[in-house]
């Protein structure tokens, strides 16, 4: 098993839609969490960074942490075609290793 | 704030010749920063971390002979792809831990054409 599993997608959705994006992982030792976004042909960009169970808000971005079921979302709100990129989640532990373990990644496109 | 560049963005080269990127972390120290290929529609791979003033940790399977790692400050990293291949080409970003201490910054990328 993976320590970190994410659907790769593609996932294409409406302009105006509400974008679920999911990843599981295996790892108890796991205590803070990122999502990253990554367009075509750039470097990843930190969008949320969090360490507790429940939900972290930022503008349209919300992430969301369920340590019990070790599952991990990020939702976006009012999808702009601006958001299609590839959304990849990461997961680390405290005190542990400094790697990050990164998801395959999640290739997202809003139509306008 | 949290800002990493990268130099080159795009370097296109002769097989057999040597090829530096540098990393810099712009308005943050970074006692770590790491280096990663990314080949196309794949995730992220880990090449090696590497620490200010020490030698770089190199992952299972990375030539530390062919990709040497200098990290000489606390604000610089550069990967040297020596003698490179065209199987060499990818696209090689960097990262830096940040402030907070967990979470990384990535550059924005340098793409390598071995021809």
């Known amino acids: 098993q993976k320590e970190v599993e994410q659907d790769p997608g593609p996932l294409s959705v409406p302009e105006g839609a509400i974008v679920s994006l999911n990843c599981t992982y295996s790892n108890s030792a796991f205590q803070y969490f990122m999502w990253y976004r990554q367009y075509s042909r750039k470097g990843p960009e930190l969008l949320m960074y969090?360490?507790?169970?429940g939900n972290k808000e930022d503008g349209r971005f919300t992430a969301q942490v369920d340590k019990s079921s070790k599952y991990i979302s990020l939702f976006i709100r009012d999808s702009q075609p601006s958001d299609s990129a590839t959304y990849l989640c990461a997961t680390g532990s405290q005190g542990g290793s400094e790697k990050l373990v990164f998801g395959k990644g999640t290739k997202l496109t809003v139509n306008p | 704030g949290a800002v990493v560049s990268q130099h080159p963005s795009w370097v296109i080269c002769k097989s057999g010749t040597s090829v530096k990127i540098e990393c810099r972390s712009l308005d943050f120290q970074a006692t770590t920063m790491f280096w990663y290929r990314q080949f196309p529609k794949q995730s992220l791979m880990l090449m090696a971390t590497?620490?200010?003033?020490?030698?770089?940790?190199?992952e299972q399977g990375v030539e530390k002979d062919k990709f040497l790692i200098n990290h000489a400050s606390l604000t610089l990293s550069t990967l040297t792809v020596t003698s490179a291949h065209p199987e060499d080409s990818s696209f090689y970003i960097c990262s830096a831990r940040g402030p907070e201490g967990e979470t990384q910054y990535f550059g924005p990328g340098t793409r390598l054409l071995v021809l």
């Open positions: 590497s620490n200010e003033g020490s030698k770089a940790t190199y």
């Open positions: 969090t360490y507790s169970s």
